[in-house]
């Protein structure tokens, strides 16, 4: 079975301080670590539960972004994925999720299409959910979302359990397809040592260049190192979808927004007071 997994390296957004943004209101990705998308890393576990199951399983990682986004492809392989596809093109950049998702499917095809295609639900510096459901859209395949788990899988039938609002639901779907999976599904395993001493010296195209002449003689003489650079040339990619051109969707700005109390109310566990204070709470829109 073939599986490719869509990752992104975002900002750490969970953890964000008074210098992440800049005056102008945009991020200031510098002042924020880059991770591997939360999300991304519950589909990677998926994927690698299937390949337990099927050892043949090949398990393609794909991330869009600039040359740093190895650092995403890296820690795929650390955790038992056997090929890193790296789309990074300075037209791709400004990219929103129409753009995006173009990009990716378009990589896809040049990649191959494979039996399934696993993603995190959203990106924690975006939080729209659109890309794998887009990514699917141009692909023409089946969409399933809000996957908590992989119950079951063969060549040629996937049942999925769905986690959704008020429960959760078994569906079953024919393969090729993409599912997109929540981050309540199962963590993702730990680096391995044996792939990390294996895959530490990996590298794309780009970083070559600037590595230590040891490590240019291992990546020449073991291809397993080698992770694969892709342009928007190269998979074929029409330019006016793609980056800026190719995105709608404008951000003006970016807030940090910081809640401080003003005032402070004690209340006992009184039937009045709780019905007194839910009242206010819904006439001032904070719920309901």
């Known amino acids: 079975m073939k599986i490719i ?23 200031n990705r510098a002042a924020l670590p880059a991770i591997f998308n939360p999300e991304d890393l519950n589909a990677l576990e998926q994927a690698l539960r299937i390949k337990d199951q ?31 596809y790296l789309l990074t093109d300075r037209a791709f950049a400004g990219a929103d999720t129409l753009a995006t998702s173009y990009a990716l499917a378009m990589a896809i095809r040049h990649i191959g299409m494979p039996d399934l295609i696993l993603s995190g639900r959203q990106a924690i510096d975006g939080d729209t959910a659109q890309v794998g459901p887009q990514v699917a859209h141009k692909l023409r395949i089946t969409t ?36 997109t999976v929540n981050g309540s599904s199962a963590p993702c395993r730990p680096r391995n040592a044996k792939l990390l001493q294996r895959y ?19 990546y020449n003489e073991r291809p397993f190192l080698q992770l694969v650079e892709l342009s928007a040339s190269e998979v074929g990619a029409d330019l ?49």
């Open 54 to 84: 099927f050892p043949e399983t090949t398990i393609s990682v794909l991330t869009m972004g600039p040359f740093r986004a190895a650092d995403v492809l890296r820690e795929a392989l650390y955790r038992g994925a056997d090929r890193g």
């Open 144 to 179: 399933i979302t809000y996957a908590e788990e992989i119950v079951s899988i063969d060549k040629n039938e996937i049942t999925v359990r769905r986690r959704l609002e008020h429960g959760v639901e078994k569906v079953k779907a024919t393969l090729p397809l993409l599912v």
């Open 5 to 27: 997994v869509l990752a992104k390296q975002v900002p750490d957004t969970r953890n964000v301080g008074k210098d992440a943004m800049r005056a102008d209101g945009t991020v």
């Open 240 to 288: 006016e979808q793609c980056g800026l051109a190719g995105s709608p969707t404008k951000v003006k700005t970016i807030e940090n927004v910081v809640f401080q109390a003003k005032e402070a109310r004690r209340y006992d566990s009184s039937d009045a007071q709780i019905n007194d204070l839910v009242a206010e709470l819904i006439a001032n829109h904070t719920i309901g």
């Open 200 to 218: 530490k010296y990996a590298l794309s195209a780009s970083e070559i260049a600037a590595a230590p002449e040891i490590n240019q003689k291992l």
